[in-house]
């Protein structure tokens, strides 16, 4: 069991806990990684575009850049426990005490990282909308695979709600439609 006042609980296994895990090894403390999905990789998990933009990666999807980040995290032996729920945080003396949902023991640290990073918007992001309602199933699509069949936006008005790397991404692809 490592030094209670190395182990560092990192909130959320996406690349940006990935990330911070493999630095907090690498100085030398104990980071172990929650992740309330049934997988580690974040939304990368649902990038089936190849990239272009991460330095290095050239040319594999997400899907495949989440595989080699958490590969690299387990290769460095740090601990990634995945479907946990965490339902509390509570300072101790010595650091911090995560409860989680269910039958699991609390879990102490010295310290926390929240690296929770994003997750796409459903309907919810337009609740509230006057007229929403009204727009029938085939012309609303919401999430990482709204634009998987572009061809089928081809000529429509197309609205993107987000200001973020997918939001500018597919509003380019579908602006090379024309």
Known sequence: MPDPLKRVAVIGAGPAGLS??????QLGLAPVLFEREAQAGGMLRFNFLENEWVLGLQGLTGVAMSERFVAHVVH????????VAITRLVPT????????????APFAAHAVVVATGLRYRGSEALAGVEGLALL?????????FAFVDLTRWRGAAVLIVGCGDN????????TALD
């Open 20 to 25: 911070a895990a493999l630095w907090l090894k």
């Open 76 to 83: 460095h032996e740090v601990p990634i426990h995945c479907g």
């Open 93 to 104: 003396p010595s650091g911090w005490r995560l409860d989680f949902a269910g039958n699991s």
């Open 136 to 144: 029938s199933a085939d012309q609303v699509a919401y999430g990482p």
């Open 167 to 174: 939001a500018f991404e597919n509003a380019l692809r579908l």
